[in-house]
């Protein structure tokens, strides 16, 4: 469905040099595993968020995608760690 809409959105903003671009992160360093309260819960999450890329990383692919020239439209990226298992 987000790749749907965001190609329809990307066909209507086109003529006025708009881009849209659809990032799918894997796993990002957030502050997420520290906000779960339940312990079970918790420790899992904190647990799968051992490999996670930094933030900093997350917005380097952010910078990637904006600091294209405007001819270029980088319509989707899939970021996620190395060692992310799914």
Not at 6 to 17: I, T
Not at 30 to 43: G, K, M, Q, W
């Amino acid at each position: 469905a987000v790749r749907t809409i965001s190609e329809g959105l990307r066909q209507e903003v086109k003529a006025y040099n708009i881009r849209t671009t659809i990032i799918s992160p894997g796993m990002v360093a957030t502050e997420l595993p520290e906000s779960v309260t339940e312990p079970d819960f918790a420790e899992r999450i904190r647990k799968n968020y051992e490999g996670a890329v930094s933030a900093d990383s997350f917005g380097s692919i952010v910078a990637f995608a904006i600091s294209q020239p405007d001819d270029v439209d980088i319509n989707e990226i899939l970021y996620r760690p190395t060692s992310q298992e799914y």
